[in-house]
Structures are given as structure tokens and as C-alpha cells.
């Protein structure tokens, strides 16, 4: 089984940044689909990015212009750098995998954002 491992998050005052990284244990060269979904107390999960495994990368419009999803696949890591946080963003991020080949789906532990001043 895939597993995910999400480091990263943190307290920060709004206006700050914090890069998320999520740590496959499977190669994901060509096979999976990567992508960062975040919940907030009492909300549903909701996809903040998503990245394709050829780079195509598509965003909530709530987090564009200021989120950036990226993946290195030989590192087996993709990314979330996140500018010019809100109070609004805080939230538990999560990774997720999706294999397309077999529609499976892998999640990580989650990573607490916390924007706060």
C-alpha cells in the first residue's frame, strides 16, 4: 500500500508563507495523480490543488495566485507552497495519491495550518 507522509505546517501570521512536502513511498513517475485537500473545523474536505503526473496543475479559486503545487518525481515528494496565507486557510492539509490504473486512493496523516496573528 502507498503510504503518505505530510511535514510542513505550522503556526504562521496571515500574510506569511509555509511550503507543505508530502513523501511517497512508491515511485510516482507516471502512475498517480498527486493533489492537497484541507479540512477546517466543522467544513468538509475540499481539493485545495491538484498536479497530474505530466505537471498540469489545476487550483480552488480560493488559493489561486497564491498556492503553488509542484511534484519531484524522482524524489517521489510533491509540493505545496503556500503565500500570502489567511486566517480562512487554516485547516488540516492532507496529500493524496490517486492511481489512476486502478482508481485507487491513498491519504497521508494530515499537517495542521494554523494562521493566526
Known amino acids: 500500500q502507498v503510504q503518505l507522509v505530510e511535514s510542513g505546517g505550522g503556526l504562521v501570521q496571515p500574510g506569511g508563507s509555509l511550503r507543505l512536502s508530502c513523501v511517497t513511498s512508491?515511485?510516482?513517475?507516471?502512475?498517480?495523480?498527486m493533489g492537497w485537500f484541507r479540512q477546517a473545523p466543522g467544513k468538509q474536505r475540499e481539493l485545495v490543488a491538484g498536479?497530474?503526473?505530466?505537471?498540469?496543475?489545476n487550483y480552488d479559486d480560493s488559493v489561486k495566485g497564491r498556492f503553488t503545487i509542484s511534484r519531484d518525481n524522482a524524489k517521489n515528494t510533491v509540493y505545496l507552497q503556500m503565500n500570502s496565507l489567511k486566517p480562512e486557510d487554516t485547516a488540516v492539509y492532507y496529500c493524496?495519491?490517486?492511481?489512476?490504473?486502478?482508481?485507487?486512493?491513498?491519504w497521508g496523516q494530515g499537517t495542521q495550518v494554523t494562521v493566526s496573528s
Open positions: 498536479i497530474a503526473s505530466g505537471g498540469t496543475s
Open positions: 493524496n495519491a490517486y492511481r489512476s490504473r486502478t482508481r485507487e486512493m491513498f
Open positions: 512508491e515511485n510516482i513517475f507516471s502512475d498517480y495523480a
